[in-house]
Nanobody
Framework: VQLVESGGGLVQPGGSLRLSCRASGFTFDNYPMSWYRQSPGKEREVVAQINKAGDVVKYADSVKGRFSISRTNAENTVYLQMSSLKSEDTAVYYC???????????????????????WGQGTQVTVSS
């Protein structure tokens, strides 16, 4: 099982980056996918989530309107498009397979998670002038 992130780097405030996470060794479309991040001295936090079908997305309040998560199940890949980056977005970004995502369709509540959970090795994003 592997989750391999790429696309991190150094970017100026206001700039954009696109992170990719390619999965192998498991049935990708059976897993909800998430991006987390962790800054020095802080706990790891969820940034964005997408359900198995790719038609439900959720974001942390801090990145709403600036980040966009998507997935291509045929290519076993999940993406995180980051725009209008701020210095506080500086962190190591991790790809996750299997963490729970909850959402509503109308009045019906849904929960997706997998009994197994996998993590990538992380990719550094630094936002600085």
């Amino acid at each position: 099982v592997q989750l391999v992130e790429s696309g991190g780097g150094l970017v100026q405030p206001g700039g954009s980056l696109r992170l990719s996470c390619r999965a192998s060794g498991f049935t990708f479309d059976n897993y909800p996918m998430s991006w987390y991040r962790q800054s020095p001295g802080k706990e790891r936090e969820v940034v964005a989530q997408i359900n198995k079908a790719g038609d439900v997305v959720k974001y942390a309040d801090s990145v709403k309107g600036r980040f966009s998560i998507s997935r291509t199940n045929a290519e076993n890949t999940v993406y995180l498009q980051m725009s209008s980056l701020k210095s506080e977005d500086t962190a190591v970004y991790y790809c996750n397979a299997g963490s729970e995502i909850t959402y509503f369709r109308g009045t019906l509540h849904y929960s997706e998670r997998h009994e197994y959970e996998y993590w990538g090795q992380g990719t550094q994003v630094t936002v600085s002038s």
